[in-house]
């Protein structure tokens, strides 16, 4: 299963963006899952999950700023990231919960004014 994140970009402090992330090229069911980023020099970190109940969790540094969320009839896995800060900048990748999918090459989120 190759997952494909997108909707990163460069946004200033303040700002906002949506990710999204679907299955290529696979029949694979987007239900219990989660978004990881990756800071350069840093390990990866697991910042949302959702579970196939819908049930959600944030790590502290992102809460209330990030919703994650799924659409079932379309197979999307989404992080809604709001009032993004210069230590949000990362790449961001899509998973399921333990990490153990082929990891794609996730979308880039740059803050900077």
């Known amino acids: 299963v190759q997952l494909q994140a997108s909707g990163g970009g460069l946004v200033q402090p303040g700002g906002s963006l949506r990710l999204s992330c679907t299955p290529s090229?696979?029949?694979?069911?987007?239900?219990?899952m989660a978004w990881y980023r990756q800071a350069p020099g840093k390990q990866r970190e697991l910042v949302a999950l959702?579970?196939?109940?819908?049930?959600?969790e944030y790590v502290l540094s992102v809460k209330g700023r990030f919703t994650i969320s799924r659409n079932n009839a379309k197979n999307t896995l989404y992080l809604q990231m709001n009032d993004l800060k210069p230590e949000d900048t990362a790449v961001y990748f899509c998973?399921?919960?333990?990490?153990?999918?082929?990891w794609g090459q996730g979308t880039q989120v740059t803050v900077s004014s």
């Open positions: 090229g696979s029949r694979y069911s987007i239900r219990s």
């Open positions: 998973n399921n919960l333990i990490g153990t999918l082929a």
């Open positions: 959702i579970d196939d109940l819908g049930s959600t």
